[in-house]
């Protein structure tokens, strides 16, 4: 909505405050000003109205606000009854649908002369972005912009009929409008006829056949009310965003259409030389005084201050609401015009708002509520994206929305996508981490290590993901000859360190094939033998050498700590090594495992130090080196113990893994 | 031997100590000096050849000489290997301005960085985190918050729907509606709810289809526009810096009544006006106001016992005011040297 300081200045008085002043006040006040324009004689104001404040989509609606702002009064147009002449021109009025439209006045003037509007009418216009077309449609523009109220005029000599009937549109009916298109209409859409024959979209646009023109002698003047959510959906249907539509949308201010219609008559018969002929209306209003009670104890209470009977009664007479006071409550008369205060709050803002927002205090709740923090959950996410992002990794945030190729079957999608790019929730990170990946080394970024931490979908259910990618050097040291090329073996170590991390023991890994997976070093991580996640190089078709993992975040965020302390025995340590050779097939864990399972409460740790494949052409066969660390925690060991235990284990690896 | 020459042979000694250069001199000196053989030892051989009472005397005399050649040339032999150490060290001098291996170090996504000091701010002010999902039902979404059938803000083309009834929440604001429904009534809440949101918007420098909010909410008997106010200039000098100032303005959100949009100072002119504050020395940062009843209602509260507030703002808005990020795509291009600034962090 633009606002001409100058027009504006014919409803209230502003001259104690400058354009730019009455904008910053406007704006402190609920009507947002996004701009002033300097203009010759004049400064436009642009309002930036929210949608509940459609009563600001017209003049007298401003100068409602603008006099609550400056307490000032408020002076309207006269829109007494023009007096009407002798005429054998008549129209009669059919309204079958008086619940969408409550009010309908359609008045006849006679012997008027199209042309150019005088120089007030059109610049008025011009300020407030309005295109002048002719002196009867710039009339009903400027009473639009007046009072919020749309108006429309059919050229009276088409109208066979001469009978006007408000009906819904029958399905497949059709019209062509002013703007030269024809429209089919549905069920749901309002329509005025000739007749039977629609000559406007009710409340949108009008019809080409009815429209004014410069051999128009007679007209018809529209106004009326029409149901706000009817205009919305045929405006929708139709692709059609009128003014007129635009204000229907909102709700207009149902009891100043007479006098909306009154001031546009007067208007047309100053401008046209036209006379007044008679009018028609069909008035299915109902008129019910609306009223919002509140009391000084809700006012303070909900402000947190103390507020005196004084100031508010100020308020209610600035804003021009009539009360009754009751003890300490008020029972306030909304004027129609503010279709958007209905329940006690509404009138709490209204009262703040005018009190002003600068005057409150700034205080901290006082609240029983228990203490704050994040919990434990939240705790470990924080965790697991620090620790990530302290060994070497970037964190990605990509988009939930993907392609439906990169999904998996059970994926879920939108029923009216945006594009194909953005049709399906992602089912795994790692797609977009690998796009991610690859714009990247497009870049020149040799060293890849992103991870993300986000939500993938399935029809059922959403869940937590940790999702890491990585290629190139895990490190490097050019002068030194020294890198660390990135393979399974790197990825694995990050995964181990985040495992440990969150005190998740007992992880093992087992070969498994994926789709999209280099088939022979893909493995799922299991944690107490349960499936946690996966690890392994993306199939080398879709990316070179690079490395992921995917992990369950709640499996880690849930686990809880299970060891406590226990006394560092003062007793060295002994190491001694074993060295089987095995299947090449068989995994080396399979050795691990069989010494765990003895159970030997001596062995303190074993693990695998080297692997030699004696014939690496032909692999039938590896030597699988194992370190296994003795202890005894409660004396130093003696020689003997070991040798048992250990000639122990040797046996029972070639027993169990050997063969 | 006479004093005179023992005293003679002391100084000759203590002088060739003080020339070796090397262990091998030393040695040299030590075999010279203080061996069976030597001059000295041979000298307390002859002490028998004194009187009884001359015989201490001289043998004190003697040994206080060979002490003090002991002494001297251990001395010597310290200072001898301290020398030789210092040699070698200065041999394995390095040059320090070669490069460093390349301990890998990563980075935190700046959105993230700034929803966490977001929580923290609000921690300390005994906010609970809260989280709900991103695929909502229509209920949650829209009509638990006061947004019926028919309102402007449901239409399909803003939205991100799957069936009818679900879709990709608009808003942050379904866990607020979530939460005051599995709450005790008697209970007062005080929580903060960060995640991803998304509107069917094209991406472009300021849209982007997806992006993150920050909700609050706050309900209690007697909570106030005042606590409103208060609570939210604590966050904004704590988020933006303490000589920056907060306005409050009338607006409209279906679910708060009163609602209020509100600004922050600008940082870059100090609230003259300039071009990124549209000359107006204020730049919206957030939305918030009281609870609308029927919120309450809907949760299963009654809004005569108790108040609340609730407040939204825009993750990617904050960071890109506060870091002078011009692009909303950078936070999903995730390009390694954009990352790897480390915005939004201490």
């Known amino acids: 909505m633009l606002v001409s300081y100058t027009w504006l200045k014919e409803y209230v008085d502003v001259s104690n405050v400058s354009p730019k002043e009455l904008a910053e006040l406007l704006t402190k006040h609920g009507v947002a000003v996004e701009y002033v324009h300097s203009k010759e004689n004049d400064s436009i104001l642009e309002l930036d109205l929210t949608p509940n404040r459609s009563d600001c989509l017209s003049m007298i609606g401003v100068a409602y606000e603008v006099a609550a702002i400056l307490e000032k009064e408020v002076t309207l147009p006269d829109t007494s009854l023009p ?74 000599e088409t109208l066979t009929t001469k009978q006007l009937s408000i009906r819904l549109a029958k399905s497949g009916e059709s019209i062509t409008t002013l703007d030269d298109t024809k429209r089919t209409l549905s069920s749901n859409d309002l329509v005025i006829c000739d007749g039977d024959l629609p000559i406007a979209i009710a409340g949108v646009m009008g019809g080409k056949e009815t429209e004014i023109n410069q051999h128009t002698t007679n007209l018809v003047l529209e106004y009326a009310a029409f149901d706000a959510i009817s205009v919305r959906q045929t405006a929708k249907s139709t692709h059609i965003r009128s003014e007129a539509s635009l204000r229907y949308e909102k709700g207009i201010d149902v009891s100043s259409v007479h006098s909306a219609g009154m001031r546009a008559i007067d208007l047309l018969l100053e401008v046209t030389n036209g006379y007044l002929v008679s009018l028609e209306e069909k008035n299915n209003v109902q008129t019910e005084t609306k009223t919002i009670t509140t009391s000084l104890e809700y006012i303070s209470k909900m402000v947190g201050f103390v507020l005196y009977e004084e100031e508010i009664e100020t308020i209610f007479d600035r804003l021009q609401f009539s009360y009754q006071q009751h003890s300490s409550s008020y029972t306030v008369t909304i004027p129609e015009r503010r279709n958007d205060l209905v329940i006690e709050a509404d009138l709490l803002e209204e009262i703040v708002r005018l009190y002003g927002y600068d005057q409150l205090p700034s205080t901290l709740p006082v609240s029983s509520a228990s203490k704050g923090g994040l919990s434990i959950y939240q705790q470990k996410r924080r965790k697991v994206k620090q620790t990530l992002s302290t060994i070497g990794f970037h964190q990605a945030i990509t988009y939930s929305l993907t392609n439906k190729e990169k999904t998996t079957e059970n994926a879920l999608s939108l029923s009216l996508p945006m594009s194909e790019e953005k049709s399906t929730m992602r089912s795994s990170l790692l797609p977009h981490l690998l796009d ?120 880690l965020y849930e686990h809880q700590r299970n060891s406590g302390y226990e006394l560092v025995s003062k007793y060295p340590t002994v190491s001694r090594d074993i060295t089987i050779e095995i299947s090449y097939e068989t995994p080396s864990y399979t050795l691990v495992e069989s010494v765990q399972a003895l159970n030997q409460s001596l062995v303190k740790d074993v693990k695998v130090i080297d692997v030699y494949v004696p ?23 003696k020689d003997e113990d070991i040798a048992s235990i250990h000639d122990l284990i040797a046996e029972t690896l070639k027993k169990e893994v050997v063969n | 031997m006479m004093k005179k020459e023992l005293e003679k042979l002391k100084n000759e000694a203590l002088h060739a100590i003080e020339q070796a250069i090397n262990s091998k001199e030393t040695e040299e000196i030590r075999i010279k000096f203080l061996s069976k053989k030597s001059e000295l030892t041979q000298s307390m051989k002859q002490l028998g050849s004194l009187s009884k009472e001359e015989r201490p005397a001289m043998g004190q005399f003697i040994n206080s000489i060979k002490s003090s050649i002991i002494t001297a040339l251990k001395e010597k032999q310290t200072e001898l290997e301290q020398n030789q150490l210092n040699q070698q060290l200065l041999e394995e001098d390095i040059d320090v301005t070669l490069p460093s291996v390349s301990i890998p170090v990563g980075s935190r ?48 083309q803003d939205s991100f729907y799957f069936t009818d009834d679900l879709l990709l929440r608009t808003h942050t604001s379904p866990v607020q509606a979530r939460t005051l429904e599995q709450t005790e009534k008697n209970e007062a809440i005080r929580i903060l709810c960060p995640g991803k949101v998304y509107r069917r918007d094209e991406d472009d420098a300021t849209h982007s289809h997806q992006f993150m909010q920050i909700e609050g909410l706050v309900v209690d008997k007697n909570i106030t526009l005042s606590d409103l106010k208060g609570t939210l200039e604590y966050f904004i000098k704590s988020y933006f810096g303490s000589e920056r100032d907060i306005r409050l303005r009338p607006s409209f959100f279906p679910f708060t009544e009163p609602s209020v949009e509100v600004d922050v100072s600008c940082g870059l002119c100090q609230g003259k006006g300039c071009r990124t504050c549209k000359q107006t020395g204020w730049i919206e940062v957030l939305g918030a106001g009281m609870i609308h009843p029927n919120v309450l209602k809907a949760g299963g509260f009654d809004p005569n016992e108790v108040s609340g507030f609730a407040f939204g703002m825009g993750v990617e808005r904050l960071t890109m005011l506060k870091e002078g990020i011009e692009d909303i795509r950078h936070f999903y291009t995730n390009d390694i040297r954009f990352l790897t600034q480390r915005l939004s962090e201490m």
């Open chain 1, 83 to 156: 007096e009407s002449v002798i005429s054998d021109k008549n129209l009669s009025l059919v309204n079958e649908v008086p619940t969408l439209v409550p009010y309908y006045g359609a008045a006849i003037i006679e012997n008027i002369t199209v042309g150019e509007s005088p120089t007030w009418l059109k610049e008025s216009l011009e300020h407030a972005g309005i295109r002048s077309v002719n002196n009867v449609v710039d009339v009903t523009n400027y009473v639009m912009l007046e009072y919020g109220q749309p108006l429309h005029a059919y050229d009276y």
């Open chain 1, 615 to 637: 014939n690496s052409s032909n692999p039938l066969t590896k030597s699988v080196t194992l370190s296994l660390t003795y202890q005894n925690k409660e004396e130093t060991l």
């Open chain 2, 109 to 156: 996504h700046p959105l993230d960085v700034t929803v966490e000091t977001i929580e923290d701010i609000f921690i300390g002010l005994g906010f609970q985190i809260k989280e709900g999902p991103e695929i909502e039902t229509d209920y949650y979404n829209f009509e638990a918050l006061n947004i019926p059938k028919h309102h402007p803000a449901r239409d399909m």
């Open chain 1, 436 to 555: 991610v990946s690859l714009y990247n080394k497009n870049r020149k970024e040799e060293n890849i290590a992103l991870y993300e931490v986000g939500n993938v979908f399935t029809q059922e259910k959403e869940h937590e993901k940790i999702s890491g990618i990585m290629s190139g050097y895990w490190y490097t040291n050019n002068w030194q000859r020294e890198k660390k090329k990135v393979d399974f073996f790197v990825v694995k170590g990050i995964v181990d360190v985040l495992l440990q991390t969150l005190h998740l023991t007992n992880i093992t890994y087992q070969k498994t094939t994926l789709p999209n997976m280099h088939p022979g070093r893909t493995a799922s991580v299991y944690h107490n033998n349960k499936v946690i996640g996966t690890i392994g190089q993306i199939h080398p078709s879709l990316a070179e050498e690079t490395y992921v993992f995917e992990l369950d975040a709640k499996s």
